[in-house]
């Protein structure tokens, strides 16, 4: 199943398992996935039911998938997924919330973590480097499941991994209020590093986003 409709649980807007054929993302699951920046040679790929972020030189594809709703006051959105990193720790954000083409919220991020003992690191902000970094060690190729959020009223962002609850450790950081998301976007950019990404969930509450849940019949 490509992509699941969560009926079973009613918070969340979709949920996907990138279970599409090889190829483009853009083109295999079409019309769900849309880009928004880059493209070409560049385009993000999927690949046996996962997709690949690959940071380098040069414009590179940015996808996104809408929700169908816009964010409005009061609201936090959540988002969780898998993710394994290889390659390198130069700094780039590679997923973030998003409204329109370019005001962007809760950016993710890979970074350095050498004083940390590890091979890299996750961060979080709106900006173009991380506000706040994960405390602990993270090491290549071992599969993590993030879960962040974007809270509307203040533009605050916070960043779980591997959590059972919301009152589980996390990272958090400030940035812009009022932004009306509407998707969830993934982006390559000018690092050195690979996101290989799996198991999408994007909806209203914590607890919708932890797992991907089985399709309802």
Known sequence: VSSLTLQTQAAAFYGDTFSYGNGALTNVSSPLWQAHSGGGSS???????QISLVQGAGSREDVNRP??????????????????VSGGTTTVYFAHFLQG???????IFVTNSAVLGGDFSFGIWSGNSPAATWASPLTFNTTYRLLVSYEYDTGIGRL???????????ISASGFVGNAMGAFAFRQG???SVQTIDNLVVGTSFNDVLTIPEPSS
């Open 67 to 84: 929700t169908g709703v816009t964010m409005g006051v009061g609201q936090t959105w959540y988002a969780g997924f898998d993710v394994a």
């Open 101 to 107: 083409v370019s005001n962007f919220g809760s950016r």
């Open 160 to 170: 779980w991994i591997n959590p059972t609850q919301m009152s589980d450790t996390s």
């Open 190 to 192: 000018a690092g050195n």
């Open 43 to 49: 385009a993000v790929q999927v690949s046996s039911g």
